[in-house]
């Protein structure tokens, strides 16, 4: 019984420990290293406040009697200072991982993979030491070297295996960044996919369909026509309908390849980066991050399906004929997509193409493109040979795979049109307006400086029959790079399409001309803007009525404010102020960092005092040097509370900043 009341205490006092250090480390505490820093202090300071103070004696646990005792006092606020120290390893050795792909695990499970994440971590970068990135790396300025890094880079890809090997396949369409030794060898990357067996297959659409596959297909090809890394398609038929229709079904273990992988490849990306101001220039984290989340947009066919819908909606205002599939949004899901079976062979056939007016298809599918980027603002990302199919019978066309799209803002879309006018006309002034709507951090940057250099591109390619999409774009990616500047990311997956789509226009039509196109389709575009209004008088006069529902108000507020706004002049009222803490961002960090340094500054003081004291106390031979001691102990307890809670905040600042 004595002991039961014992145990009892301790849990008591265990409690209070846990709500008092939750308090002083800060909000957002993890309930389990809380519970696990209390239990290893409370165990650790128990049993050494039982070696050296009760052992032998009969005192006890008894803190309700001996609450009072210094040795207790002594006992309990070490435990609440080792409770936090304990914390604070935790947070220090816990790795930065993404929220979203952190899952309610137990502690045991994640230790376990964390285990595996620092092993794989590992294994990948011997395997880059061994291919010589590093080495490498340090000396890609000339063709040699440029040589031997593509090599390093691909083995390291390659040997590396599963996701890293599609990075590299995504790495090798960048013709836009990467030069064409890189592009060469990057392209030779291949991997091996198995189709998925007729029971994975089989158990994927019972999980997935609404109802039995028999009930929703009357037939259903085991056979796949086509399988990748993410997924594999399969023909069938709709029992209700009797409708040809495609099954895109997603790998079952692709999504715990990814949060395995990428992470892992993320790291790498960053450890790379750091190691080389080549990758850095080059933004190769940026591009592994960028891979990473249009990845995780791939894994999840309700954004595929979404992406579909949206374009198809697009593409029925337009005259250009271009089809995109029907979704079927009744049994599709995440994991299955079912939409229309597209008629017709891939461009990449051009011998079955033959028959058919090959330059009225190129004109048509890039003038597709261009009102898809430039009007609508959202368009097709992939556009490579084997997602683009026509039908031979009827000459339309066909886009396939919705993974990845592309969207652009209004000012994205007006600095593009301006650097298809820009390279057109050969006018650097043009061409500069264009890229300073579609890049950042462009204050600091001297205009005549990078106009010099725009116009040594242009003059690069003047007085040639066609211009290499890709050879312009890698040129004036890496004279931006040079300025220090970097295009939105969204732009630069809308300059890769460019590069995308010229090489596949290439395949359909080998005299087509993107930039000469874009000229007539700027031509086209502005006569059926002008002639609008007249061939739909009643759209325009509802359009008209709309814009001055929203204008003929805030006219009518304009005397109004003009006359308040002379009344504050000759007030004197009127202050222009700006300063760093006229943004609330700004004004926020500066606030956090202020209070953060004056708690540095208190507890520092109260460390300074309380050592201060001691020292004082031992020249005291009366009874006031005991409560100098404990005035001197207190002190440092508070000081150590203060630091240890700085430097939980820092951490978690600096994961955040990750």
């Known amino acids: ?70 040795a207790t006092l002594l006992w309990i606020g070490s435990m609440l200072l080792i409770t936090m120290l304990i914390y604070l390893f935790f947070e220090l050795f816990d790795p930065i991982t993404n929220e979203q792909t952190v899952g309610k695990k137990s502690l045991i499970m994640r230790m376990i993979g964390y285990w595996r994440h620092q092993k794989r971590l590992r294994n990948v970068l011997k395997i880059a030491v061994t291919n010589g990135i590093t080495r490498t790396m340090k000396y890609a300025r000339n063709r040699d070297s440029d040589r031997e890094l593509a090599i390093a880079l691909r083995d390291t890809l390659e040997q590396c295996g599963g996701i890293f090997i599609k990075f590299g396949q995504v790495l090798s369409t960048r013709k836009e960044l990467f030069s064409p030794i ?37 037939y259903f090809k085991m056979t796949p026509i086509a399988a990748a890394s993410i997924g594999q398609v399969h023909k069938a038929i709709l029992r209700k309908t009797n409708e040809q229709v495609v099954v895109k079904l997603l790998r079952p273990e692709v999504k715990e390849i990814m949060r395995e992988d990428l992470s892992i490849l993320i790291e790498f990306a960053k450890w790379v980066t750091s190691k080389s101001q080549w990758a850095e220039n080059l933004g190769f984290r940026d591009l592994a991050e960028g891979f990473a989340a249009s990845l995780r947009e791939e894994i999840d066919f309700n954004i595929e399906a979404r992406n579909m819908i949206q374009i198809s909606n697009v593409m029925k205002r337009s005259d250009l004929k271009v089809n995109i599939p029907k979704v079927y949004e009744q049994y599709s899901n ?39 980027a430039l009007v609508s603002g959202i368009f097709h990302a992939d556009p490579h040979p084997g997602n683009i199919y026509v039908d031979v019978d009827t000459g339309e066309i066909t886009l396939l795979d919705f993974g990845a799209v592309c969207r652009l803002s209004s000012s994205q879309q007006e600095g593009l049109k301006l650097f298809f006018i820009g390279i057109q006309q050969s006018d650097a002034s043009i061409l500069f307006d264009g890229i300073s709507l579609l890049v950042k951090n462009k204050a600091d940057v001297d205009r005549n400086e990078l106009e010099q250099a725009i116009s040594q591109i242009l003059l690069k390619i003047s007085y040639v029959g066609r211009v290499q999409a890709d050879e312009l ?60 209004p007249f061939k739909e008088p009643l759209a325009t006069k509802d359009r008209l009525e709309e814009e001055l529902s929203l204008i003929i108000p805030n006219l ?20 222009l102020h700006h300063d760093i803490f006229s943004d609330k961002n700004n004004a926020k960090f500066i606030t956090q960092l202020f209070s953060k340094f004056i708690l540095l500054l208190v ?16 020249f005291i031979n009366t ?6 001691n404990a005035a001197a102990y207190l002190g440092l307890f508070l000081c150590a509370v203060l630091l240890v809670r700085l430097s939980i905040q820092a951490i978690r600042d600096i994961k955040k900043m990750e």
Request: net charge positive.
């Open 623 to 628: 009874a006031y040097a005991i409560y100098l």
């Open 473 to 532: 774009v890698y040129s004036i990616f890496t004279v931006i790079r040079d300025f220090g500047l970097q295009f939105y990311p969204s732009v630069s997956v809308a300059l890769r399409v460019i590069v995308t789509l010229d090489g596949t226009l290439r395949i359909i039509d080998s005299s087509f001309n993107i930039f000469e196109e874009s000229k007539l389709f700027s031509n086209r575009y502005l006569k059926l803007a002008f002639k609008k």
């Open 1 to 70: 019984m004595y002991f039961f009341q014992q145990i009892v205490q301790i849990l008591l006092v265990s409690i209070v420990i846990y709500f008092v250090s939750g308090r002083l480390i800060g909000s957002n505490v993890n309930l389990i290293k809380r519970i696990f820093s209390v239990v290893i202090s409370v165990s650790f300071t128990t049993f050494i406040f039982w070696y050296t103070y009760l052992r032998g004696t009969n005192n006890s646990f008894d803190t309700v009697n001996s609450v009072v005792s210094v």
């Open 182 to 218: 890189f592009i060469e060898e990057l392209e030779k990357l291949q991997q091996n996919v198995t189709p998925l067996t007729e029971k994975q297959v089989n158990d994927i659409l019972q999980q997935n369909l609404p109802g039995e596959v028999n009930e929703v297909f009357s």
């Open 556 to 575: 009518r507020k304009i005397p109004r404010r003009v006359d308040q706004l002379f009344k504050r002049v000759e007030d004197g009222k009127v202050i």
């Open 603 to 618: 507890g520092i003081t109260f460390g300074i005092i309380s050592v201060a004291l001691l020292a004082i106390s031992q």
């Open 334 to 372: 995440e994991n299955l997509l079912v939409m229309s079976f597209a008629k017709g062979v891939s461009v990449a056939s051009k011998q079955q193409l033959d028959h058919i007016n090959c330059s009225a298809i190129a004109e048509t599918l890039f003038f597709s493109y261009l009102e898809q």
